[in-house]
């Protein structure tokens, strides 16, 4: 790996994984019903690594998401991020590990709605103490990269579900995070928006930020270095992406003649 | 490649380059440049069927060149081309069919083929979001082309998530 630490502080050498968990799991219990989301997950994100997430619905994608952003407590098990053990620090704790290092999207945007696009897509950076001057030039830098700098203004809830989850996805790149956890993030957008939100997550991963994504869409998990297939709560499957070589010269080569 | 010749040739007579020109210039880069010998074949086993007609035309300058046109049997089987539904796009029945016999057989273990044909997928995914990338998006017929394919290779991919949810 040639890349170097995109920011902030550098972190003990014995690992040169951004991200790595061991023998993760994570049970749900309620009214006496064990669910086993997370069965013993082994993986590792490198600095500056681009790694989908695939696998069937109910297979644990997004809970093991939720895990690794410290929104929801392991239950056995170890996270290590930046070389630290994460997995039993305190929700304080973790709110600071993410306002620092990881940005989030969510299925489910989870905007502020009593504030502006603008208001929201500024409030991370300025909870990590950049100045207010910078924090609106990096958010007008995204909202105009995703199409949405006439949206600045608006309340979330005036915006179309696309919007809002560029809005999102705008607010998880404010930090310029070492790693961006995404879920699902162009599940609402048609194809010329997800082309627009592509190129900002292949300029976010050139620029050396980590992004570990949950996606069904086979366009974005294509760009990826790697691909999880998580299935029933296990990792099925982990391989590079490897274009299939001497195929697809031009458009020409997509179509098939018959007759 | 027939039906398009005889779909050119009811606009107007043409000779074989003309034809291949037409194509490449309708299509642009959406179309793999046709072969000049393989519209030379077409087109003679066109006139076999009595779908077209050719005649010499004398150059001055030139060799005599040979130009087609429909005739009226050309014409009535480019209308029922034109009319009938086209297939509807197969699955991948090959894979589908080592999928549910090489276990039988003993051959291979279904997650490893779904994990290596997922891969296989992914790859050529990569390399129609490239082409894409690389795609003028002025040229809306490659455009719309690269579209359809990556719409069938995710419904691929989809499709391969559901045996992997049924049979596993």
Redesign the interface.
């Given at each position: 790996m040639s890349r170097s630490a995109p920011k902030g502080l550098p972190w003990p050498a014995e690992s040169s994984a951004l991200l790595r968990t061991s023998k993760l799991v994570k049970v749900y219990r309620a009214d006496g019903v064990t669910v086993e989301a997370v069965r013993g997950v082994d993986i590792e994100v490198a600095i500056g690594e681009f790694v989908a997430i695939?696998?069937?619905s109910g297979s644990g994608k997004s809970t093991l998401l939720h895990v690794l952003g410290g929104l929801e407590p392991a239950t056995s098990g170890e996270i290590w991020l930046r070389g630290q053990r994460v997995d039993r620090l305190s929700k304080a704790a973790w709110a600071v590990l993410r306002r620092q290092h990881i940005g989030f999207v969510f299925q489910f945007f989870n905007l502020l709605s009593n504030m502006t696009v603008a208001d929201n897509v500024e409030l991370p950076a300025l909870l990590a103490g950049v100045t207010p001057r910078q924090a609106r030039k990096r958010r007008e830098e995204l909202l105009a990269e995703l199409g949405i700098a006439d949206k600045a203004g608006a309340a979330p809830a005036r915006l179309s579900g696309g919007e809002q989850q560029r809005v999102a996805l705008a607010r998880a790149l404010a930090n310029e995070p070492s790693l961006l956890l995404a879920d699902e993030p162009t599940g609402n957008l048609d194809?010329s928006n997800t082309r627009d939100v592509?190129r900002l997550l292949r300029r976010a991963h050139a620029g050396g930020q980590a992004i570990l994504m949950v996606t069904?869409?086979?366009?974005v998990?294509?760009?990826a270095d790697r691909?999880i297939?998580l299935?029933d709560g296990m990792v099925?499957?982990d391989?590079r992406?490897?274009?299939?070589p001497r195929?697809?010269n031009?458009?020409?080569?997509?179509?098939e003649?018959r007759? | 490649m027939r039906q398009p010749l005889l779909a050119l040739l009811a606009k107007e007579p043409a000779h074989g380059y003309e034809l291949k020109l037409a194509l490449e210039q309708t299509f642009g880069s959406a179309y793999p440049s046709p072969n000049i010998g393989q519209i030379y074949v077409t087109l003679k086993r066109l006139e076999q069927d009595g779908l077209v007609r050719s005649e010499d035309v004398e150059q001055t300058t030139r060799p005599n060149k040979r130009v087609y046109e429909l005739t009226p049997a050309g014409r009535e089987a480019l209308r029922a081309w034109v009319g009938e539904p086209s297939d509807g796009p197969r699955v991948r029945d090959e894979f589908f069919i080592k999928l549910i016999l090489a276990p039988m057989a003993g051959l291979a273990d279904r997650m490893e083929l779904m994990n290596s044909q997922r891969r296989h997928y992914l790859g050529i995914m990569r390399n129609l979001t490239e082409l894409q990338a690389d795609t003028d998006p002025a040229d809306t017929t490659a455009r719309l082309l690269i579209e359809g394919a990556v719409l069938h290779l995710q419904a691929d991919l989809d499709w391969l998530e559901r045996c992997q949810e049924e049979l596993v």
């Open positions: 695939m696998g069937p194809s592509l069904h869409d086979a366009r998990a294509s760009l691909v297939n299935f099925a499957d391989a992406i490897v274009p299939i195929r697809m031009g458009v020409g080569d997509v179509l003649l007759g | -």
